[in-house]
């Protein structure tokens, strides 16, 4: 629904802005600047993780019975 939207707006919109930003980066600061951006966003998911790691909810499935037709019970 609506997060699956979002999540995907938001990848969509990174591929969009990060060779944009990058490619300024390294042509005003050089090749390392790009890389510590790298670093710095790892950096803050890494954080953000370990913040919030014992609020995330595990994976529950459902088994949805199978409905089987007559002509796979005659064979």
Not at 41 to 55: A, E, G, N, Q, T
Request: glycine share 6%.
């Amino acid at each position: 629904g609506t997060l699956q939207g979002l999540f995907q707006t938001s990848g969509s919109v990174g591929r969009m802005l990060a060779p944009v930003i990058t490619s300024f980066l390294y042509t005003a600061f050089g090749p390392q600047a790009p890389w510590l951006l790298d670093v710095a966003l790892i950096l803050v998911i890494i954080v953000s993780w370990l913040i919030f790691r014992k609020k995330m909810v595990p994976l529950e499935t459902r088994m949805v019975p199978r409905i089987s037709s007559s002509k796979e019970e005659k064979c």
